[in-house]
Every structure is written in C-alpha cells, then in structure tokens.
C-alpha cells in the first residue's frame, strides 16, 4: 500500500505520494491555489481529503475532495453564535472521531462538529462557554484549538495558550488537565488553565498516555493527563518547540524537534535536529542522519507526521523529509515549497 | 438586473463562474445570493473586512455599505484587499 502526504502550505495544498519504501516521492500541487492549508488530512474512514484553510480576505473555511483533490467542494457557514460576542477567526485542525462524526478546531479557542462529512459544523457548546475562558489569551498564532484526539469515549484537545483539556461526555463537558505543567509567562507558574500546548497526542496503542510539547517544556502522562511529568531535562537541547510525533506501536517512543526559544523560532546551534526517545522521556538521542546539520528551520506545530512505518515533517523553508520508523536515515522528499504548515501522512 | 464581477479566487469558489446577474435592490441582498456568500460575509452577516466592493466604481464603504442601493444596470465588482507575501 502506498502513502500520501497531504502538504498544507501557506500557498496551498500540495500532496506527495511514495509506495511502500518510501524512497521516491512524486509531488502534486499546488490545489486550492491561493488559500493557505492550516491542516489537511484524509479521512481514514472515506478517503475524503479534508483541508483547513484560511484566507486573511475570505475568512477560515474547511474545503473537502471525495478525489483526493480533483474538485472541491466548501463547508456552508461555519461560525460563532452572535451572543457569544466572538467571531471565528481561523480553522485549525480536521479530526476524524467515533462513528461518522468529524471535529474541527479553530481560533478562538472552539471547536465545531459535523455528523454530515463536513458539510454543515456546530459549534461545541462546552467549549464555547466554559467557565475558565476568560483566563485564556491568544499565543503568536491567535487563541487556536490545535489538537484533538478521539480516544475511545474520551476526548482531548488543546489550546494555545488555554491548556489541555478532556471531555468524557463526548465534549458536554471539559475538565482542565494542566497540573504540573509550567507557564513561566503567567503570574501564577502553574495556573489551572493558560497554559501554551503547542502539540498534543494520545498514544494509539496506550490510551492513558499522553504526550505534548509546550511552551515551557515537554512532558508525558501516564493517566489521561490528571498528572504530567516534565522530560526536556533529559538530553533535549531547548525545552522550546512545536513538533511532536509517536510511533504507532511503542508507547515509550516519542519525537520532537526543538527549537532555541519562544523569541528564537529556530534549530538550536543551526542543527535541524529530530530527538527520539525510546524510554518514556528518560533519554533523548539525536537522529538525524540525513538531516543538514546547517540549517536555522523552524517547524510548525502540525508539521511532523507519523504511521506505521515511517516519519514525515515539513519545514517553513519549504522541504519536506521522510525517515523509516525510528528515523535511522531521513531524505528530503520535497524541497523549495512554499512554507510548510502542516503534514500528515495516510495509506491509499 | 445587477451584475456581480468576481476576482479569480472567489470564481474558483463559485464553480468557476466570474460574472453574476441578479435581480437586486442593495449591495447585501445581491451578495447574499452569491455562491460564496460565506466569504463576503461574517457569521454576523458584515461585511469581511478586508473585501471591498465597488458599485459603478464607487466603493460602498464610502457609502452605505450592504445597504448602498443598486439600479438595475449597477455592475457590483468585488475586489479583495491588496497585500503582498
């Protein structure tokens, strides 16, 4: 079986197809020429490409393919009710959840749901009007809700700068889920919400296992987020950065790509530098054969990619690069595309 | 009947279509039957604030904005904000 890697940049959306070794990448783009792609995915369920896209003239919409592409079709309306004295101002991020349901993040801080395959979105009321709202603030790309994992009947998601949250009533509700987790911008360390998650992932085989990448550091849990434990003190050059991946079977395997500082968005000592740990977050070893080792990049909080066999991330300088699983031996897929917003990686 | 001219992005919206005739009395009633109304338009039904649209070549937010009346020969053209990177 093949992978595709819907490419969201900020010119468009390009996609990059290899076969099952992963050496050769053919490329094809731009489509929806004009629109910037905040996130792409294909629905696993359909083989529905979807896309986040946002002008700064037209607005946040989400455009789907039922052909991977060929023609495209736009969500009717999607916004906030005029009493919530709020205006969606981007979509963020497409996820697949239970059943035929389909969840959308956006700025500021919402999220929306479609039962009709991203036809018609309904805001999620929880959300909207938790009680904690007003002590969140927007991050440097606006108060977006990023991440979302549908994880049996529990739901995640996280907001810059909000902090994490998890809904067990199918998004009724959202308790909190920041203990431990610094804020060193905040007046209060370790508030209970405001925290900036830049990326979020529940591990697929380890349900209670969380991973994200923060603002001020990263961190696991091991109990659906009720307590975190900080791990950038473990060999990682800079707690900063925005990418994070997982490997599909070993929950003990995370990635990252750090970053020198929230004021410097890019590679520490000019190393495009992917850390891998193999221990839960003890221990990070560098693994970047392959990578250059003079490059100031910077990858985005949807850049970096994982499935079964292989890792994917995208660059703002505009390359996108390919590893097996474990990243022994990466190789530039696509190089000089526009910058880089997003990956993600599907089987056709 | 109103004509409404679209810049290439939102044609490509609008299944490809660039020009539009409409029977009208105003600006937002004329955008509002467009097949991409929602990229004009807000949640709140305003105006984006970055689309600007000219009726006769005059720019309605000189005027009344979706309340500017059109006559029935008006060409309504829609010019999105000029911005570079």
């Not at chain 1, 909207?128 to 991440?147: D, F, I, K, N, V």
């Not at chain 1, 599909?248 to 590679?267: C, K, L, M, N, R």
Request: include cysteine.
């Amino acid at each position: 079986m093949g992978v595709l890697l819907p490419v969201g940049t900020k010119k468009g959306l390009f996609l990059l197809r290899s076969d099952a070794d992963r050496k050769k990448w053919e490329l094809e783009g731009p489509l929806l020429p004009g629109w910037p792609v905040y996130h792409a995915i294909v629905d696993p369920r359909d083989g529905v490409l979807y896309a986040a896209t946002n002008s700064f003239i037209y607005g946040g919409t989400v455009h789907r393919s039922r052909d991977l592409g060929r023609t495209w079709e736009r969500a009717e309306e999607i916004g906030l009710p005029e009493e919530s004295g709020l205006k969606l101002n981007a979509t963020w991020h497409v996820e697949p959840g239970n059943g035929s349901e389909l969840w959308l993040g956006g700025d500021p801080g919402v999220l929306f749901r479609s039962d009709d395959g991203g036809v018609t979105w309904e805001v999620n009321r929880g959300l909207l009007e938790h009680p904690t709202r007003e002590q969140w603030q927007p991050g440097a790309g606006g108060m977006c809700c990023h991440s979302i994992q549908v994880v049996d009947g529990t739901m995640y998601i996280a907001i810059s700068a909000a902090g994490a949250f998890r809904s067990e009533d199918g998004g009724d509700s959202w308790t909190p889920i920041n203990k431990d987790v610094a804020a060193d911008f905040h007046p209060e360390k370790y508030p209970e919400v405001g925290q900036c998650v830049h990326k979020l992932l529940a591990h697929p085989a380890r349900p209670d296992r969380l991973w994200q990448q923060n603002h001020c550091g990263v961190y696991r849990s091991d109990d659906r987020g009720d307590n975190w434990e900080r791990l950038d003190g473990n060999g990682l050059p800079s707690d900063f950065g925005f990418a994070l991946a997982l490997d599909a079977e070993d929950p003990d395997v995370a990635y990252v790509i750090p970053e020198v500082s929230g004021e410097q968005h890019f590679t520490p000592d000019g190393r495009l530098g992917v850390y891998r740990t193999a221990d839960g977050g003890d221990s990070w070893q560098l693994a970047s054969n392959g990578l250059p080792d003079r490059a100031w990049a910077a990858v985005l909080r949807e850049g970096f990619a994982y499935d079964d066999a292989g890792l994917y991330f995208g660059t703002q300088s505009g390359s996108v690069w390919s590893a097996p699983r474990g990243g022994s031996e990466w190789i530039e897929a696509a190089g000089n595309l526009p910058p880089i917003l997003s990956v993600e990686a599907a089987h056709v | 009947m109103a004509i409404v001219l679209l810049p290439g992005t939102l044609a490509a919206e609008a299944g490809g279509e660039k020009r539009f005739e409409l029977h009208a009395a105003t600006v937002g009633e004329a955008l509002r039957q467009l097949p991409v109304a929602n990229l004009l338009l807000d949640e709140a039904g305003q105006l984006r604030r970055l689309v600007n649209v000219f009726v006769d070549g005059i720019d309605v937010r000189g005027g009344r904005l979706l309340d500017e009346p059109l006559g029935e020969e008006s060409e309504v053209r829609i010019v999105g904000a000029i911005a570079g990177g």
